[in-house]
């Protein structure tokens, strides 16, 4: 029961068009929109290799147009072109601003490494998802299934393993490389305050002698002068 609803969670992934939105259009050109509509309509009457030569040919006109990206990307799986598939919906999750449609590039890219049984790179797809829209349900229960498969899968669980073990070691790297900016920023503060010219240095040294000289000659002129006798009578 549980392998069907993964079955149709993927599909249901899998067809997930999305529409042209206004910053969509402003990015692109009269030609790309059009392609991408007429790739809609295709896809929706399932014909996915007429979709995709239409979603292509938008990306001509567009390269950075995040929703013919995606769409792509949703042919290319729908036509069990996953490899492929995985590029574009990399592509459109960098060139997307919007975090709902970027989740679902997460999502899809999920489903696509869940079903090549890589649990364990599957699990971080859909981490990603979720960050972007806690409410991704169809998400959730694949992760939950995910970590389930990976518990139950040996050679999974050590190569999650190595994984945590590489992103711990990465997490030092960068904790190490923060403190030493930090002390490189404290230095640098320290170098750019006002240092005290040698000249400045000597003349205060000087003054300092001079004053000592001074203090000195005082000293010795109160103990050359002869000392008043006390004449006054106490009663």
């Known amino acids: 029961m549980k392998t069907q609803r993964l079955t149709a969670v993927m599909l249901l992934s899998a067809i997930v068009l999305l529409p042209l939105t206004a910053h969509a259009q402003e990015a692109g050109n009269g ?4 392609h991408v509509k007429q790739g809609n309509k295709k896809f929706r009457s399932n014909d996915y290799s007429a979709a995709e030569v239409d ?12 929703q013919a990206l995606f769409n792509l990307g949703v042919a290319l799986q729908a036509q069990q072109q996953d490899t492929t598939a995985i590029k574009y919906y990399e592509q459109a999750a960098k060139a997307e601003t919007n975090p709902l449609r970027r989740s ?7 489903t696509i490494l869940q079903g090549r049984k890589m ?3 599957a699990i971080e797809q859909y981490k990603q998802a979720l960050r972007l829209n806690p409410a991704d349900n169809d998400a959730r229960y ?16 050590d190569q999650q393993n190595k994984q945590n073990k590489k992103d711990d070691k990465q997490q030092q790297q960068k904790d190490q490389q923060d403190k030493q900016d930090k002390q490189d920023d404290k230095q640098q ?47």
């Open 189 to 235: 503060q320290q170098q750019q305050q006002p240092q005290m010219s040698k000249e400045n240095a000597e003349q205060l040294l000087n003054a300092a002698m001079q004053e000592e000289k001074r203090t000195q000659q005082r000293m010795k002129e109160a103990e050359r002068r002869p000392q008043r006798r006390n004449t006054e009578k106490n009663w």
């Open 119 to 121: 649990f364990g790179e």
């Open 31 to 34: 030609l790309a929109r059009h």
């Open 104 to 110: 679902q590039c997460f999502h899809n890219l999920g």
């Open 55 to 66: 979603f292509r040919k938008a990306l001509e006109k567009n390269g950075q147009n995040a």
């Open 142 to 157: 694949n992760l939950a299934l995910c970590k389930k498969q990976l518990k139950n899968d040996p050679s999974q669980q």
